[in-house]
């Protein structure tokens, strides 16, 4: 078969990738990094031969306009250059905003050889890119560094942390090739995506046709499945980038590999979850179809009456109940049963907590992660959502965000 | 035509009506009535002659004991009694549930005489009906007493203040009706009704054909309008009870005064939503049609990152636009306009904010409430939600809630 392993370091194990980032002084605070340093706010990563490039973007309307000249380049393209921008989204500008992108493409190719250049912004929506502050950034790059601690840095908006991870799959037959990412974001995170970028890179031999399938099952698996606060970004951007340079592939180690890494950052995401301290999976069970399972289970995942109640360790199953019952699909409180991880906290037959379940309950609820199973007894349809609690942290950060 | 004229006392002016409450001990702390008085936790509502009933309903699958209990008489039938009653909401209890408002009536039967009594709790789910506790209350009950006050007291939960309003009809015959309403909601409120109780009552001499109508009018224009938090519970109700007895009636005045009453204690929800120092009203047009305007009229006034930056006075119409992209209907960044008041806040042509205008928008934004109107541009649609700021102190009440 095929061995995964974890490997210390991140993007630097993806054979042909350099990385790196520059501070040209768009960050005002060291705080964005929770320490005195400050991080990089305009970053690259690039592949000496040409890439594959697969993306899944947001469902927002309002698409950003780097993903808006994403999508003027032909449907097959290939590129060797990313371009990435923290606090300035380059959303709701309108033509100009894809110009400026344009016109930095054109500055960086007085620096430079790249092949159909990519961007991605993250930070506030609504203003124009400073063009000569982020083009001072090729004069700083090292287009030949392999740093990507600071390409996973400088991303960063609200994170408290970095996002950064890579495996190395090895085949039966001896050969290997290597995933890499990184990805920002920690709130503004919705089921149908989040306000987050995610760079993938793989030195694997894949072929263009299996990118983009496997890319869109890996993102349905992770980041479609996690919310910090149910609202969706101008932004949200997930890019797969190969250049083949290992020579090797195997689908489903491929596939396994690429679930996992986007699994695992989608968890760090909602550890990272603005103000958030409990990471907690409900799965939902026993629906009458996966769609009213998916249903039931986003809407506890964003229910601010079920968040409030983690935060305060409250084994409060009636707001789980309650948020069921309006999530507008079929159920029934004769056949619902609900668990706290492995512990009975509602039937048809038992209505009430006990002091000794309840005390159970609160043990379970003060651990850092635990899951709500709600089985419906209706049928088989099934869904798992990732969610965490809200505390008075997240409004501080929310309603402080930009000034 | 008709004229309303705002009564200065509650209930009491209807003719006919008896209300009163009592304080059987369910209730622990002094701080649910925000000050050292403990309220009533069990009240009643009653009328000397039988009333004409029209209800509206939580659209919550689980519907608590006391609406399964009110739809099991017959479609048209009459009552003289409702029983309330606060910190248990009888809801998830299954037939339990039920059969205990059956024991508590056939007990309040030894005392006085009623027909078709309903019943309306609020409060913690799960938990069977203290019936000792509350049946004692009978014993307290004055019956013929016309104590409003205490009655709209004794339904508060997480209210700061009770919400009590009273309307003279004057019509221009020189006759004249009385509606008066008490309600409760703080939080839990969503656009598909609210976690709230509402009673009102008439003297009207009002057809029962014209009752549902017009309750139903009166409630989409009003509670179904507001949001908290976008949680919706299992005991929502709105009753309307008329005893007839003023023998006046005229349907258009009825329908503006129970418009404007409603209206108004929708709004009163709002301003004790928990934790919330700002009413703002979504308005949405230019929409392709009203839904699409109600869809993101309400989008935007549950999302939690629109609500934030209220709460933070920030003028980031970044985060109203990347709502209304993200609220799934037509939309175009060239066509949409954002004021805030009378203030021009983002246009295709305006896209960045210069200092005039944001010093501008921020001194609207410090008031108690004001109004965003977004402007789609690409039809007729036009519909207003009315929302709240997300403060520490929601995070505070909703986490510390039950316990």
Redesign the interface.
């Known amino acids: 078969m095929f061995k995964l392993f974890p490997l210390k370091n991140g993007l630097e194990n993806v054979q042909g990738f350099f990385f790196g980032a520059a501070n040209v002084g768009m960050r005002t605070k060291p705080s964005d990094l929770n320490s005195n340093e400050i991080a990089g706010d305009v970053a690259f990563i690039r592949s000496d031969t040409p890439c594959d490039i697969a993306a899944v973007f ?5 698409q950003a306009a780097p993903i808006k000249h994403f999508q003027k380049y032909p449907k097959d393209f290939q590129t060797n250059f990313v371009l990435m921008n923290a606090k300035n ?1 380059n ?4 033509e ?1 905003g894809i110009e400026d992108i344009d016109t930095l493409f054109s500055l960086l190719s007085e620096k430079i050889d790249v092949l159909n250049p990519v961007m991605s912004s993250t930070g ?5 890119l400073p063009i000569n502050k982020i083009a001072s950034a090729f004069d700083i790059f090292d287009f030949n560094t392999r740093n990507s601690d600071q390409t996973a840095k400088a991303i960063m908006t609200t994170d408290s942390f970095k996002k950064e991870l890579a495996y190395k799959i090895e085949l039966e037959n001896g050969e290997s090739f290597h995933i890499g990412a990184v990805c920002k974001g920690a ?2 995170i ?1 089921p ?1 995506m989040a306000t987050m970028l995610c760079f993938v890179i793989t030195d694997a031999d894949i072929p263009k046709s299996d990118m983009t399938e496997l890319l869109n099952d890996a993102t349905e698996g992770s980041f479609n499945r996690i919310s910090v ?6 932004n949200d951007t997930v890019l797969l980038l190969a250049n083949k340079q290992s020579g090797s592939y195997h689908k489903e180690a491929f596939a396994k590999a690429l679930e996992k890494i986007m699994f695992e950052l989608a968890m760090l995401i909602l550890k990272d979850g603005e103000g958030a301290n409990k990471l907690v999976a409900f799965e939902v069970k026993g629906a009458k179809s996966q769609d009213e399972a998916r249903k039931a289970s986003r809407a506890l995942s964003n ?3 079920v968040k ?2 983690l ?2 360790e ?1 084994p ?4 789980i ?6 999530s507008g ?3 029934d ?2 056949t619902l049963t609900i668990h706290y991880d492995d512990l009975l906290i ?1 039937s ?1 037959e038992h ?3 006990d002091k000794i379940r309840e005390d159970k309950a609160y043990k379970i609820m003060k651990q850092d992660s635990f899951k709500v199973t709600c089985d419906l007894g209706l049928g088989d349809g099934a869904y798992t959502s990732y969610g965490c609690d ?3 942290e ?3 950060i ?6």
């Open positions: 947001t469902t927002n309307v309002f989204a959303a709701m500008t309108g100009k506030v929506i609504g203003y124009r709130g503004m919705n149908a606060d149910g609202d969706t970004s101008t229910s601010l009456l409030t109640a935060f305060g409250d409060n199953w009636g707001r109940a309650s948020t069921i019952g309006a699909i079929a159920c409180d004769q509602y048809g209505r009430e907590l809200l505390s008075y997240y409004v501080k929310n309603a402080e965000y930009r000034t």
